[in-house]
């Protein structure tokens, strides 16, 4: 007799009170052939799962799988009509996600979710966690997430979790299902707690070693009254969810600081050219997570640039269009406009000084529209052209960037 269940995520979330995005259903009691028969649409080789032929949701064949390989692609699936619900829900990640409800609204509930969403644990449902490295990544995305609402991993599940990490699964994971997670967590409400708990497991030593490298690395007071330096990235990634930053900033932001994980013991707290010598970290952090090219790029830019970008309003007006010529803000000013972003929220991300005013980022948006104001009209007109019209606009942009900072400046206020 089949039965249908709404199961994972949907429940979870309607038990929190949050919105339901989408929702995923399992199949009690049938067979492939049964669904088709319905007018259900297959999806993949790999797994038993089909689309409605109204909805277009997804409805899966309730199945059992277990580890045969190495890494995530090493299950076998079994899905068959004998496989009872309880046997599909125990081969989820968490309790939480592991509950079902009937089409009566009913929750079915066989391994306590209730009472963990309760006691705001993230708890996983059976050892068989241990199974798929990637679940490590998966449970810091959730606790991300669900930090807001008071949620902590449980103390057994983040024992699991150090002993994947320690295990070197984590190696077998592709590049593409990591970044996928990455990416998700780092758009969370609190990217910083993502990080934290793969700190808490060794998982972060694995997977962004030059991240995990800057903890317990310490900066001027002066200018970082937090001093760890790892303690910094954290909070600036706080302060981009803060402010609704894209992914592309949060990367960034993540990565600014790596080149102070290289600096020797002997010349801590100062960081000098820690810009120019994390490049090489950042390029390789970038080619290892397969990050998207609009993310590996602004996370070079702000790597070498950053601090450009917080003494913006010392720098002369030839740095000034080098920087802004460097970002090719005459074709492409949107790019700009992240670096100021993921400049202000390097500023704020430090102990006591979230709240600091950043005239840096008005100076060098007025500063892009000074020189982009240049128009090549006129230059035409009077007969310039090829390598003489770069030049010559060069030039115009260059005398619009010294007049603006010259009205731009403090003293003449």
């Not at 969403?117 to 490295?133: I, K, T």
């Not at 700009?336 to 430090?350: K, L, P, V, W």
Request: aromatic share 8%.
């Amino acid at each position: 007799m089949m039965q249908i269940y709404k199961v994972g995520g949907a429940v979870r979330d309607r038990l929190l009170g949050r919105a339901v995005s989408e929702i995923d259903w399992v199949v009690v009691g049938a067979s492939a052939e049964q669904m088709l028969e319905l007018g259900y649409r297959p999806v993949g080789a790999d797994f038993p799962v089909f689309l409605h032929p109204q909805s277009g949701e997804e409805y899966a064949l309730a199945r059992t799988e277990r580890k045969s390989g190495r890494g995530y692609g090493g299950f076998t699936f079994f899905a068959s009509p004998e496989v009872t619900l309880e046997e599909d829900l125990i081969r989820r990640d968490l309790t939480v996600n592991a509950m079902a409800e009937d089409d009566h609204g009913a929750l079915i509930d066989p391994y306590g979710g209730q009472r963990d969403l309760a006691a705001r644990l993230l708890r996983h449902v059976s050892p068989a966690f241990a199974e798929d490295p990637l679940r490590v990544l998966r449970v810091a995305r959730f606790a991300a997430r669900y930090a807001p609402l008071g949620f902590t991993v449980a103390p057994e599940t983040m024992a699991l979790m150090r002993a994947l990490s320690e295990s070197g699964e984590l190696s077998a994971l592709t590049p593409e299902r990591s970044w996928k997670e990455i990416s998700r967590a780092l758009m969370e409400p609190r990217p910083d707690v993502f990080i934290q708990v793969l700190r808490d497991c060794g998982a972060l030593r694995e997977l962004l070693p030059e991240v995990d490298a800057l903890f317990g690395v310490p900066q001027p007071a002066a200018h970082h009254p937090e001093i760890d330096t790892g303690e910094h990235v954290l909070s600036v990634l706080r302060q981009c969810a803060e402010h609704q930053q894209p992914l592309t900033v949060r990367w960034a932001c993540l990565l600014h600081d790596v080149g102070k994980g290289l600096k020797p013991e002997a010349e801590w707290p100062r960081h000098i050219a820690h810009e120019h010598t994390g490049l090489k970290l950042i390029r390789a952090i970038n080619q290892r997570c397969k990050a998207p090219k609009d993310c590996q790029e602004l996370a070079l830019q702000v790597g070498e640039f950053h601090t450009h970008g917080h003494r913006a309003l010392e720098l002369k007006a030839s740095t000034l269009l080098k920087l802004l010529q460097g970002f090719d803000v005459f074709r492409r000013p949107q790019r700009f406009e992240e670096f100021i972003a993921a400049c202000e929220m390097d500023a704020r991300g430090r102990l006591g000084l979230e709240q600091r005013a950043y005239p840096q980022a008005d100076y060098l948006r007025a500063a892009m529209h000074a020189a982009r104001a240049v128009a090549v009209q006129p230059l035409l007109a009077q007969g310039f052209k090829g390598a003489e019209l770069g030049e010559a606009l060069n030039r115009e942009r260059l005398q619009a960037l010294t007049t603006y900072k010259a009205s731009a400046s403090p003293q003449s206020h």
